[in-house]
C-alpha cells in the first residue's frame, strides 16, 4: 500500500487537493501508518521461512529459480 492518499483524476479536483495539501487542510503523509507497514514487512520473511518446512521451502526456490531462467533458454 501506498502511504499517500490517491490522486484524483479530475483536473480541478487535483487541483483543490493540491492546494489543500499546500495550505495543510489535507495531511499528504501517514508516517504512523508507514511505520507498522515496514515492521510487518521486515519480519515477514524471516516469520515465514519458520514456518514452511525445508522441503517446502526448496520446492518454493526452485520454482523461483526456473521462472527466472525460462526466458534465458
Same mark, same amino acid.
Given at each position: &500500500?501506498?502511504?499517500?492518499? @490517491?490522486?484524483? $483524476?479530475?483536473?480541478?479536483?487535483?487541483?483543490? &487537493?493540491?492546494?489543500?495539501i499546500?495550505?495543510g487542510? +489535507?495531511?499528504?503523509?501517514?508516517?504512523?501508518?508507514?511505520? !507498522?507497514?515496514?515492521?510487518? !514487512?521486515? @519480519?515477514?520473511?524471516?516469520?515465514?521461512?519458520?514456518?514452511? /518446512?525445508?522441503? @517446502? $521451502? /526448496?520446492? +518454493?526456490?526452485?520454482?523461483?529459480?526456473?521462472? $527466472?531462467?525460462?526466458?534465458?533458454?
Open positions: &500500500m501506498t502511504d499517500k492518499p @490517491k490522486r484524483p $483524476r479530475d483536473a480541478n479536483q487535483l487541483a483543490h &487537493m493540491i492546494v489543500g499546500a495550505t487542510e +489535507i495531511d499528504d503523509a501517514q508516517p504512523e501508518k508507514a511505520e !507498522g507497514q515496514r515492521k510487518g !514487512g521486515l @519480519k515477514g520473511g524471516k516469520a515465514r521461512s519458520k514456518a514452511l /518446512s525445508s522441503e @517446502k $521451502r /526448496s520446492e +518454493i526456490a526452485t520454482n523461483a529459480a526456473n521462472a $527466472r531462467w525460462k526466458n534465458r533458454k
